[in-house]
């Protein structure tokens, strides 16, 4: 649809042309005969052309072309082929780098990289970077790297402790750091920062140095991707032959590595202590009497060491507590047969006589006068039973 122009046959016998010099009208008429072409031509006509801009083909009637990339079923009136030109990104209008004045990419490329090389160049030349003029700082830096990485000495590492965190900061595969604190249970260990599982052996490195006296000493270590290898400790300790039945009863045998248990009991033996050894003598011409001397004894079962009678007297030991016993005794014989006796509470001890004493139970060892001026030597052995 063409668009429709305003003729000259659309204004004849319109507006005040050709009107006397004095219509004669009424103000109402003369006033409409003034806005006549404009009421009932130009209104219109612009209504018109607006309809017609807004048609399906108004674009086109005009020589505009339909832009490539407009949606299917859009409108092709005005407004929307011109709204999609704008919006275009893909230079309808085919404008090249040079019409503009800009670089192609090709030339953007080249000149960024030249200038890359430029400033290297440059840099690289400088004083500061190469003092001899002939090593830079980047050559240093990469030399640096490629040793660390290629090195297997030991290398110095520098130990600090925060909290419960031990950190090494240093650098290469092997270390050795002298500690600024000591290592207790549940400390957690990093390299430079960053967390890692650190080991003694197989055993948890805290746990195993836990205890010691390791501020200002040395240690060697091993770093490989998470893991913080301690050298030395002797290997995994191990205990065998220990039981309660070989430990004293109320005692409890503990054996460590560091922090961590290896083995602990507590013992269940009871032994059986010697409560007293006694040597006995009897001589009737020194002084006619008994001596004998508790050679060991238990302050707590027995009453006094030494027990000493002139005149043919016996002498007496005082038991001072209850207590089931083992008894040994052994006595010389004189010319006579006479064999020395040794009696508790009236009962002869021999060789394993087992009784029951109490506080006040007396040990007694009679004269037993030897004759033919021959004395007569003799023993006895007490064990605590169970």
Known sequence: MAFTKITDADLQGKGVVGQAPVPGLPVKEMQES???IVREVAIPGINRLADELSAQTAAKNIGMQVPDGMPGGASANVSSVVGTHVLSTGNPHKVTAEQVGAYTKEQTDQAINQKVQDIGAGDMSKSEYARTGTYGAVDRALSADRAVQ?????KVYTHTKSGTVHNFAGSGANGRAKLTADVQAGDTFTVNGVPVAAYVGADSAADAMAGGAWNGRWVSF???GGTLNFKGGGGKVTVTGLA???????????VKQGAKTVASVVGTYKGVPCLCYCCVYCHPDDW????ATLTS?????IDTKNA???NGGSVTFTIKRSAKIRCYSSGAENYNHNRMTIKIDGTTLGDGTMLTVNNGSKITIPYNAPGSNRGRAG???????D
């Open 34 to 36: 003034v806005e006549q």
């Open 150 to 154: 290629s090195d297997d000495g030991v």
């Open 222 to 224: 091993t770093v490989e």
């Open 244 to 254: 309660a039945g070989a430990v004293k009863k109320g005692t409890t045998v503990t």
């Open 288 to 291: 006619n009497g008994t001596r």
């Open 297 to 301: 004894f238990d302050p707590s079962f």
């Open 308 to 310: 000493y009678s002139t």
């Open 379 to 385: 023993a006895f052995c007490i064990f605590e039973s």
